[in-house]
């Protein structure tokens, strides 16, 4: 079992930046692959952002390319996402998620992620 806390939400001006942080608890957490979805009011949920086991691999929504940067600490058992230059349309809830079955491929799917953080929102004013 793997539990997921994401911190580091908040209300910030367009053209502003924030750090997120997912804190995992489980032993196995630096062999999975992890991501960062967003979900917007009446919106579907979206991918943002993907990173393999060892982050060597990443992969980006097109709408956060340049912007945001995924990372992780796996000392700290803890993935990052940090965004830069934000919009009003970046204003969501960020959820954490983990991709036990695969750590070598940043995946973009919902389905392929079991473990989910409770989420964090993220308000951008204009």
């Known amino acids: 079992q793997v539990q997921l806390v994401e911190s580091g939400g908040g209300l910030v001006q367009a053209g502003g930046s924030l750090r997120l942080s997912c804190a995992a608890s489980?032993?196995?957490?630096?062999?999975?692959?992890m991501g960062w979805f967003r979900q917007a009011p009446g919106k579907e949920r979206e991918f943002v952002a993907a990173?393999?086991?060892?982050?060597?691999?990443?992969a980006y929504a097109d709408s956060v390319k340049g912007r945001f940067t995924i990372s992780r600490d796996s000392a700290k058992n803890t993935v990052y996402l940090q965004m830069n230059i934000l919009k009003a349309e970046d204003t969501a809830v960020y959820y954490c998620?983990?991709?036990?079955?695969?750590?070598?491929?940043?995946?973009?799917?919902?389905?392929?992620?079991?473990?989910w953080g409770q989420g964090t929102q993220v308000t951008v004013s204009s």
């Open positions: 998620a983990a991709d036990p079955s695969n750590g070598f491929r940043p995946r973009s799917k919902m389905w392929e992620y079991d473990y």
């Open positions: 489980g032993r196995t957490f630096s062999s999975y692959a």
């Open positions: 990173i393999s086991w060892r982050g060597g691999n990443t």
